[in-house]
Every structure is written in C-alpha cells, then in structure tokens.
C-alpha cells in the first residue's frame, strides 16, 4: 500500500541514564537529553540533518536554562527554525506528538526533536557541595558558542497552559499530587467495597507487578522486583507519606533521565535514508482535561474524561481496548493507575490486584522513574521498541498531568495504517458533565459527609495533617483540613469515607 508522504512517522528512540559518583561527573539536564537524542539518531541508523524545523523540549523543573531546546540543539550539532517548550503536565510528551503529527500532516512541519529530561538526583545529591559544573540558572547556556551567549532568545511556548488550583485549593494549602491522589485512592477503596486490608493488598500487588517490570527495563532507575509484602510494609526506608502511600507507592522524581524521539514526514523519512522497519506511526491521538479544579469533580472515584479520550483515540484508531497488545497507564500513584485501568475498560484482575495483562511498559514512574513531565517520552520510546519486534501489534499511551486533570491519548503501530494519522478533543462532552459546586467560607460550615480522606506524615512517619473532602447535603462539595497533629492521628487508622463531621466554616472541623 502506497504510503501518503505527508504521513507523520516516529523514526527514532533514545534514552539516557546518569548515576555519577561525582559533582565533576554529574550531567545537567540538556547534556543527558543530547545523549538521548544521539541514541535516537543512531536507533534511526542516522546522522541528524544539521537543521530542523523544530527542537521542542518538554519543560523541566531540575534546571533552569535561559533555552533549553537551543542548548539541546547546540550540543548536538543542529540549529532550528523554532526552539519550543511546554507548560508543565506530564501529558505533555504525547500532547507534543498528536501537535507534531498534525502539523507534519498538514505540511507546516517535516523533521522535528521532541526531548525532555531531569537530573533531580544529581541536584539532590551534590547540592550542598558547591561543585555542580552546570550552566547558570536561567543564564546563558555554556552550551552555546560564546558571540550567542548574550542574546538567547526565550523559547517558543507552543501548548496553551491550563490552571490547575482554585484560590480555595490554594488558600488551604491543598496543591500537592502527594496530598491529592490519596484522596482519590481512599475515594476508590469505599467505591470499590473493599476495606483496608483487602484493599491494601489490592495496591501492593499492582505495585509489586510494575516494580517487575521494571526490574526487566534497561532503562529503568530502580531495577528490584518488589513482593507485595515489601510494597505495603511500613518501615524507615518506605514510610507513611499521604495514608494510605508509603514512600515505594510515590513517584520517584529522584532520578537521572532523559528520552528523545525524531518525528518527520514518511518522505523525508526516505529520503533520510531510514529503514522502513525502523518507522512507528502515530495512528490517532486526543487531548482532553476533567473539569478544571478537583473542587468541581463530580467523584473523586472516576474520570470521564480519560473514558471519553481513551475512546476516542481507539475509535480514531478503529480500534478496540481488546486490540491493543501494549498499554501504557499513566502512574504516578496507583490511584491513577486504578482509575486509568477502570476508564479505559482494563480488567484490573482479582480482588488481590494482580492485572490480568501488563498496564505499563516501563515499570511506571515509581521504578522505572519519574522525571516529573517527560516520563511518558520513555514510554512512548518503549513502545516504538516493542512494536518494532511485533509489526502487527499496537500500543495505547495514556499520559496524565496535573491531579488526573489534563490527559493525552496515542495510539501507534509499526505497520502502516488504513487512514493517516486522525486527531480529535471530545473536551466539548465533558465540559457539558454535571459538575459540584463548592462551599466556601461560612457558607461551609455544618454537617457534611465525608467522601475522601487523607493524612500527611512528617520525615519521621508520624501524623501530621489531615485532609478530606466532605459532601453538604445539598451536594455541594467542601474541603475539610487539621494541622493538629492530634487529629491527625485520629483519622490515620480506621475507615472514614462516610463518617459524619461538622465544619465550622471552609477547611476547619467544628
């Protein structure tokens, strides 16, 4: 079958881990991201063209640069029409190549870097030793040639940003993934029927499955099959962070990583001289979000929009869940996995948690590691490898950033599809969802129903904060919160999803 040659194709993977001994040998953030794009060009059989239409870097938090995709370009030998970044989301790798493939397709594009990575660990360990040889924080980079080092150009903002906190979220301090997806963890755990134990069992089993996974990823930080006992014990090295999380359930933003990935047109593809069997196509894709603020969710136990964006990018694929070989959930926490799993018709297997079929490709951001926004570019490099070896598979990619807020949705193959690659937002649909309202203020205060609940814990494992949202009898939801270390620890055994409890006015029991 004739291949269209505006068809977006992905022609190389690479990724890039450091685990130096030293500041001296520690890499900052762009350095690792031009090992990893070295390792795409060869994984392409390849030398770069020396210009690209676009060098676009997922935005990092580890390192400032006054441009990090003009850094990226300097160390790898390559200039670029445009030098882009992103807001934060870890939904913005695959956001980068739904935008890439459309604009490849439309002729606006034709070979295009995406990249992105994070040296936290390096930042983390050599911090106090004064020896980090790294660019200056948000100076010019000591990439560049000197005549450009005092006139860098900020990059390109190419992906429009989307608020994430309401000033009653912000106002009570309720900011943090590590304080919001426990809430959705217990939320699921009381719709699910389980209760504490049964339900703990549940999440260190899935646990301990991607931590196997991990174990057999070259290119996975933590490489240690974990038994479900080790996942769910309670110890020093794996405390009580946000009940019910231990440290080993979070993601592991202490890493080293970087991934890139080269996308062009089939034509210049060929004329780049890359391998037909090296070629990936992005076969569908969308890009969707819940309703903004997890104030105005309508449960904390699901999410419509993955259903609808999951289903949409299988429907663009004319494809079902079934069809897919390999699936990559989004899994910064198990909530997120559970609700993914759940939105997305994913049998999740028996009460013990055990999946039924693999639901990560990497060993998700806990083992495999999550460099804050740019995991799922390894995931997407990961499945360009797996397709390869299985031609006529696919794979599904669910990247989530935010509080289970802002998704991406790719489906890819390794052999041509039927129709070029198809895009579509089903945002329209879910913004017309039922939404709550929120009680603010004195207008909060009385009876409420307690549907989410977590307790923060100090370094030492002790209780610390407690955190919960409440439903008013008229529906309306509010936000319940204690740093009385006492009350803490009263809600940090037992189940509370459902207890009664009464509000004085906005975030404050009476």
């Known amino acids: 079958?004739?291949?269209?040659?505006?068809?977006?194709?992905?022609?190389?993977?690479?990724?890039?881990?450091?685990?130096?001994?030293?500041?001296?040998?520690?890499?900052?953030?762009?350095?690792?991201?031009?090992?990893?794009?070295?390792?795409a060009a060869r994984d392409a059989g390849i030398s770069l063209p020396r210009e690209?239409?676009?060098?676009?870097?997922?935005?990092?938090l580890s390192w400032k640069y006054a441009n990090a995709a003009q850094a990226l370009g300097a160390l790898s030998g390559i200039t670029a029409r445009e030098y882009a970044t992103t807001p934060h989301g870890g939904n913005m790798p695959q956001t980068l190549v739904n935008l890439t493939a459309n604009q490849i397709l439309r002729g606006e594009r034709d070979v295009v870097v995406l990249a992105g990575g994070e040296c936290a660990r390096s930042r983390s360990v050599f911090k106090h030793a004064g020896e980090l040889n790294w660019p200056p924080p948000d100076g010019p980079s000591d990439s560049l040639p000197s005549s450009e080092t005092s006139s860098v150009a900020p990059p390109t903002n190419i992906v429009n940003d989307l608020a994430l906190l309401n000033d009653e979220e912000q106002r009570l301090g309720i900011v943090l993934p590590v304080q919001v997806y426990p809430l959705f963890e217990t939320a699921i755990r009381a719709a699910s029927g389980r209760d504490i134990e049964q339900h703990e069992r549940h999440i260190a089993t899935l646990w301990a499955h991607f931590s196997a996974v991990a174990a057999n990823n070259d290119f996975a930080w933590i490489r240690e099959a974990l038994t479900p006992a080790?996942?769910?014990?309670?110890?020093?090295?794996?405390?009580?962070?946000?009940?019910?999380?231990?440290?080993?359930?979070?993601?592991?933003?202490?890493?080293?990583?970087?991934?890139?990935?080269?996308?062009?047109?089939?034509?210049?593809?060929?004329?780049?001289?890359?391998?037909?069997?090296?070629?990936?196509?992005?076969?569908?894709?969308?890009?969707?979000?819940?309703?903004?603020?997890?104030?105005?969710?309508?449960?904390?136990?699901?999410?419509?929009?993955?259903?609808?964006?999951?289903?949409?990018?299988?429907?663009?694929?004319?494809?079902?869940?079934?069809?897919?070989?390999?699936?990559?959930?989004?899994?910064?926490?198990?909530?997120?996995?559970?609700?993914?799993?759940?939105?997305?018709?994913?049998?999740?297997?028996?009460?013990d948690g055990a999946p039924t079929r693999?639901?990560?490709?990497?060993?998700?951001?806990?083992?495999?590691?999550?460099?804050?926004?740019?995991?799922?570019?390894?995931?997407?490099?990961?499945?360009?490898?797996?397709?390869?070896?299985?031609?006529?598979?696919?794979?599904?990619?669910?990247?989530?950033?935010?509080?289970?807020?802002?998704?991406?949705?790719?489906?890819?193959a390794a052999t041509p599809p039927r129709r070029n690659f198809r895009f579509e937002s089903p945002q329209a649909e879910i913004d017309a969802l039922p939404k709550r309202n929120l009680a603010l203020g004195d207008d909060a205060a009385g009876p409420a129903t307690i549907e989410a609940f977590t307790v923060m814990h100090d370094r030492d494992g002790k209780p610390e904060r407690f955190i919960a949202s409440g439903i008013r009898g008229d529906g309306r939801r509010v936000w319940i919160t204690s740093n009385d270390p006492t009350v803490a620890a009263s809600f940090a055994t037992g189940e509370h999803v459902g207890d009664a409890v009464t509000l004085r006015r906005s975030g404050e029991l009476a």
Not at 2 to 19: E, H, K, S
Not at 26 to 38: E, G, I, R, S
Not at 298 to 314: C, D, I, Q
Not at 324 to 346: E, K, N, R, T, W
């Open 230 to 351: 080790q996942v769910a014990s309670t110890s020093p090295r794996n405390r009580m962070i946000g009940s019910p999380y231990r440290k080993v359930m979070n993601s592991n933003n202490q890493v080293n990583m970087a991934a890139a990935i080269v996308m062009c047109s089939a034509e210049r593809a060929d004329a780049l001289g890359v391998p037909r069997d090296r070629w990936v196509f992005p076969v569908s894709g969308t890009d969707c979000h819940e309703h903004q603020f997890v104030s105005n969710r309508w449960s904390f136990a699901e999410t419509p929009a993955v259903r609808r964006g999951g289903e949409r990018a299988l429907s663009l694929a004319e494809l079902s869940i079934g069809d897919v070989a390999h699936v990559d959930l989004y899994s910064c926490f198990p909530s997120a996995v559970q609700l993914g799993a759940a939105a997305l018709g994913l049998d999740q297997g028996s009460t």
């Open 52 to 60: 690209v239409d676009s060098i676009r870097v997922v935005r990092l």
């Open 358 to 412: 693999p639901l990560t490709l990497t060993g998700g951001l806990s083992f495999a590691g999550g460099p804050w926004n740019n995991y799922v570019m390894h995931a997407i490099a990961t499945a360009m490898t797996r397709l390869r070896e299985s031609p006529t598979d696919h794979a599904l990619i669910w990247a989530n950033g935010g509080y289970a807020t802002k998704h991406a949705f790719g489906v890819y």
């Open 1 to 39: 079958m004739p291949i269209d040659p505006r068809t977006p194709v992905l022609i190389g993977q690479g990724q890039a881990l450091d685990r130096p001994t030293s500041a001296v040998d520690a890499k900052h953030p762009v350095a690792l991201m031009a090992d990893a794009l070295a390792a």
